[in-house]
């Protein structure tokens, strides 16, 4: 992680280059090496946290702090962003930006604990499963050294999805990525709800108070989740975050028809206090119930198909937007509200089948894996 937020620092100024020389292909290959490192840091920031932390309930805090932390600092970037713009400029922003890579690693540098690493030697799954999975890798120890880290990268990702494939809860890992279908397209909704005649600097500033919208929902939703659902009881944590789709539907229903910005705010809040329920709960779902040699490479899968989800959700309204489809933001509020519906309406049929974590079980209080990959005991 500390090396991450280095790389992080070092490529950041790459934004300022292509601001110096005006090249767009600088831009977009600064974005794709920060893209590298998010996409790495996000699932090994997720999965060193049950290392830390082995209680259930303490489990459950800890996901929720980092989510708060995140929600609290989104606050106040939305404050204070468009004041920044304005004096620091966009040349600014990125140093300052660059700045905050190199404070994380300075903080993370001081983190000590005594670690709850896995042991590799432990049998996550009957042994003919594993060498079955031994034997898929067949093809990828014949060719040369020089491809070994594709082959490795391939090879972990096959074994992360054989294991959602058969260990009974692997469509959790859809439920993060069904929530960004929902929300990712907000960035480019919130531009157009933030556009104003009053000018650039005006529009910054109302779109600053709309992240700060989102920060503040980001900060409650997760609060309120925690006092109804039991860490020790996943089917409550599932159920939460099916829960939270209807407060996303609703929202965007609220935002298309409403005209004022103050009640476009509002329910920007309500979008991402359900949003924000999704990706903390649906992650400590992943954290709880995924064996341990395998969580970072399910985490993977999750945010890999998580980004998919958002790039899909955010192309779609642009192209929608750019191309003059007779789409407004209205009416693609509208469209996101249906989609949303339609996705909590495949969510709660799930939950109330019993799958994922909604199975029963005579004492559902810890979470470990056999045989059958998974099973409450």
């Known amino acids: 992680m500390i090396a991450l937020d280095l790389f992080g620092a070092i490529a950041t100024p790459g934004f300022l280059v292509a601001l110096q020389e005006k090249s767009l292909v600088l831009f977009y290959l600064s974005g794709a090496l920060r893209a590298f490192v998010e996409g790495l840091y996000d699932p090994t920031t997720r999965s060193i946290v049950p290392m830390l932390v082995s209680d259930a309930n303490d489990l459950k805090r800890a996901t929720t702090l980092n989510r708060l932390a995140w929600a609290f600092l989104m606050i106040i970037r939305g404050i204070v962003a468009g004041q920044t713009k304005i004096y620091l400029g966009l040349g600014g922003c990125f140093v300052l930006d660059s700045v905050t890579y190199a404070l994380s690693a300075l903080i993370l540098s ?10 590799e030697d432990l ?3 009957r042994k003919e499963e594993i060498n079955k ?8 120890r014949t060719i040369s050294v020089f491809f070994y880290p594709l082959t490795a990268c391939f090879s972990m990702l096959f074994d992360a999805i054989l294991y959602l494939w058969r260990c009974g809860f692997g469509t959790i890992v859809m439920l993060k990525a069904s ?3 929902c929300w990712g397209a907000a960035d480019v909704l919130n531009v157009e709800y933030a556009t104003t005649q009053n000018g650039e600097d005006a529009s910054g500033i109302r779109l600053g108070i709309i992240f700060s919208c989102l920060g503040l929902g980001s900060l409650l939703g997760p609060i309120l989740a ?5 860490a020790k ?26 005209t004022d910005f103050f009640l476009r705010c509002m329910f920007t809040s309500v979008r991402s206090f359900g949003g924000a329920i999704i990706y903390v709960y649906s992650t400590l779902l992943l954290q709880q119930l995924t064996a341990p040699e395998l969580l970072g490479r399910v985490l993977a899968v999750d945010y890999m198909l998580t980004e998919v989800a958002f790039s899909i959700s955010i192309w779609a309204v642009s192209k929608l937007l750019d191309n003059n489809a007779g789409l407004s933001a209205i009416g693609l509020g509208l469209g996101l509200a249906t989609l949303s519906a339609a996705v909590f309406s495949f969510w709660s049929i799930y939950h109330l089948f019993g799958l994922g974590a909604a199975r029963k079980y005579e004492n559902p209080v810890e979470v470990r894996v056999e045989k059958n990959c998974t099973s409450f005991v």
Do not use: H, Y
């Open 110 to 119: 001081f983190l000590k604990g005594d670690f709850k690493v896995p042991n």
């Open 123 to 125: 049998e996550i799954t």
């Open 133 to 140: 999975m031994k034997e898929k890798r067949v093809v990828a």
């Open 179 to 181: 929530g960004a279908l």
């Open 226 to 230: 925690s006092f109804l659902t039991n």
């Open 233 to 258: 009881r996943p089917s409550t944590t599932q159920l939460a975050c099916v829960g939270a789709f209807g407060f996303i539907a609703s929202s965007w229903v609220g935002m298309s028809q409403s």
